[in-house]
């Protein structure tokens, strides 16, 4: 298992940030998102909204990955979000629902507004694989080499 943690302060308040983490797709910086659709939406007696999405996502395989055991380079993965609009605090978790054997992936993310009207965003990434044949550290690394490269390309836009 490969583990990935990064926390990150925007000067931007908690409303602006939490809105523009729930409009990330579709835009042109995210070609590789081929559909999200919301499945569920609830509000809840505490006043939360749950909330989960459905999103298809095309990818690159490397070049070294055994071509026969994936027919396509797409994802479907499901997101369940919860945004507490009291408290100022936005929790989700986005994990995929196939290909798991060769690359599980989970994805936690809370946007969270501080006492100086800022906004903390921790996220924290859990990647496994279960593939064997001697590429189990070598699709793990994989993983969460293009985790950490995606993060810090979207950060700079």
């Not at 835009?27 to 609830?42: F, K």
């Not at 026969?68 to 978790?93: H, I, N, T």
């Not at 809370?110 to 001697?134: M, N």
């Not at 590429?135 to 950490?148: A, D, M, Q, S």
Request: contains cysteine; glycine residues 4%.
């Amino acid at each position: 298992m490969k583990f990935f943690s990064q926390s990150f302060l925007y000067d931007d308040n908690w409303p602006i940030v939490s809105l523009a983490y729930f409009l990330r797709y579709p835009n042109p910086y995210a070609s590789h998102v081929l559909s999200c659709d919301v499945i569920s939406r609830e509000h809840t007696p505490s006043g939360t909204l749950l909330t989960t999405r459905l999103i298809l996502k095309r990818g690159n395989l490397p070049r070294w990955f055994p071509k026969q055991f994936v027919s396509r380079a797409e994802s479907w993965l499901v997101e369940e979000s919860e945004v507490d609009p009291f408290g100022k605090v936005v929790k989700c978790r986005t994990r995929n629902l196939d290909n798991v054997k060769i690359m599980r992936v989970e994805e936690l993310v809370e946007f969270r507004q501080t006492e100086a009207d800022k906004t903390l965003q921790h996220t924290e990434v859990r990647i496994v694989s279960g593939f064997g044949w001697g590429l189990t550290k070598r699709i793990e690394n994989y993983g969460i080499t293009r985790f950490k490269a995606n993060l810090q390309r979207v950060s700079n836009v």
